[in-house]
């Protein structure tokens, strides 16, 4: 046991940072976790401590992390990690967790991230990049819808659109490039064709050189039910994912997250951090890549860890060290169900500052109601603050039962304008021959 990890900073504010927080805190490595900025849940976990200071917030950071004597910094969402926090805190003689700005680009650029999976030969959809309105159009107009439209840079995961007609695809090409809806990140879009099959997610911790393969986890991106409306950051999540089996998952290693591996360290950009693929798995089990990122996933992040029963603080340290070759790690092997409550407005604009009402005092080690944007009020009570605000999660003998748990949870906590899907986990349930609605 190392001493080097008694304080941790972890670098973040939402659902997955209350997970990462409350399981590394678990950690018998650890005596306290700093989380920046965190929320009013990580306020309230045993051994975590919230610094009021932004994520982004480099310098501020830095020197929180000297400050404090912190041994080991995690950074949670992808913002920090493009804008080169690893580099600034590792030059600086200091342990931190993620990739360099430079291998951050598999997230921070989807043309990079394209380019290099054709250079690599990794499955993904074809595509091309435009700048300038007219020829996008040209293009669009050559190919036909259904096709997909995206922002190049970081847009929180709403700078997509899967257009079924050719109007929608011109009408998101205007607002990208004529309009310039997501600012910089849609100064250039990649059009690309789309495919079809199921979305899986799949997270692996990277030294660098070896990976080690998280449990398997599937998104909810779409605001409705049936997968319908506009997409969002994720409106719940569930672990594991039943379409990726073992014959699927080897496919991926091989084909997808090795190649990362060896070309972005072929390239002089090793991978260290989370490597996230989201993944269409064809009905032949052939996975293909829709993006990459370079942090866990969140909202899978929730469910995931609750299955996690090894140290995530030893796995780090493990990564960090360059011996992921020789680190396991051991799953529940019950499933996870995580689902989100969202505030009014999600994915556009929100209202903020509701009460929320309900939230438990203490809960079982089956459950747990993690928060994302939320906020403590001087008086102690709890008000919303974000989009997605908590992400109610349960394991259970098997979906069913993790899915009436997590609902069961989430019914049991009220805010005004409140609202969630009621159809997470729907594929696993197709798959044990259940109804996909309550
Ligand atoms: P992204 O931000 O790239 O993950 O895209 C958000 C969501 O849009 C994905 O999770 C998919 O549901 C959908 N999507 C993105 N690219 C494609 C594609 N080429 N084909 C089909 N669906 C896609
Ligand atoms: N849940 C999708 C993401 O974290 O990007």
Not at 132 to 138: D, T, W
């Amino acid at each position: 046991m190392s001493a080097r990890s008694s304080k941790i900073l972890l670098v973040g504010g939402g659902g997955r940072e209350h997970a990462l927080a409350w399981k590394l805190a678990r950690s018998p490595l650890v005596d306290e976790v700093l989380v920046a900025p965190g929320n009013a849940g990580t306020a309230g976990e045993p051994h975590v401590r919230n610094v009021a200071l932004a994520a982004t917030d480099l310098d501020g950071l830095l020197q929180l992390a000297r400050d404090e004597n912190v041994a080991l910094t995690v950074i949670g969402p992808e913002a920090p990690l493009v804008a080169g926090i690893v580099d600034r805190f590792r030059n600086a003689g200091l342990r931190c967790f993620g990739p360099r700005a430079i291998a951050a680009q598999l997230e921070g650029s989807k043309t990079f991230a394209k380019d290099f999976m054709t250079r690599h030969g990794i499955p993904t959809a074809r595509h091309a990049s435009f700048t300038e309105l007219n020829p996008a159009l040209a293009h669009v107009r050559r190919h036909g819808a259904p096709i997909v439209i995206k922002a190049d840079g970081l847009a929180a995961g709403k700078g997509v659109v899967v257009a079924l007609t050719l109007a929608d695809a011109e009408q998101a090409l205007h607002d990208m490039l004529g309009a310039h809806a997501f600012g910089d990140a849609s100064r250039r879009v990649v059009i690309e064709e789309m495919l079809s099959g199921e979305e899986a997610s799949f997270i692996v911790l990277s030294d660098g050189e070896h990976a080690l393969p998280l449990a398997s986890s599937q998104d909810h991106k779409r605001r409705d039910e049936n997968d319908l409306g506009p997409n969002t950051g994720g409106m719940g999540a569930i672990s594991p994912a039943q379409v990726v089996d073992a014959r699927v998952e080897q496919r991926i290693m091989e084909r997808v997250i090795q190649p990362v591996l060896h070309g972005m360290a072929a390239e002089g950009a090793p991978f260290i951090g989370f490597l996230y693929a989201g993944l269409m798995i064809d009905a032949q089990g052939n996975p293909n890549v829709i993006e990459f990122n370079v942090r866990m996933g969140d909202p899978e992040t929730q469910p995931l860890l609750m299955r996690l029963q090894s140290d995530l603080v030893e796995m780090i340290e493990a990564a960090l060290d360059g011996r992921l070759d020789r680190t396991e790690a051991r799953w529940d092997p019950r499933p996870a169900v995580g689902v989100v409550l969202c505030a009014e407005g999600y994915p556009g604009a929100v209202r903020k500052g509701d009460l929320i009402k309900g939230l438990p005092d203490a809960e079982g080690t089956d459950q747990k109601l993690f928060h994302a944007g939320t906020r403590q009020r001087p008086d102690g009570s709890v008000e919303t603050a974000g989009g997605r605000v908590l992400c109610a999660c349960a394991l259970g003998e098997d979906f069913r039962q993790a899915r009436e748990r997590a609902y069961a949870l989430a019914a049991s906590v009220h805010f005004d304008g409140g609202f969630l899907r009621r159809d997470i986990g729907h594929h696993a349930l197709a798959a044990q021959g259940v109804g996909s609605r309550e």
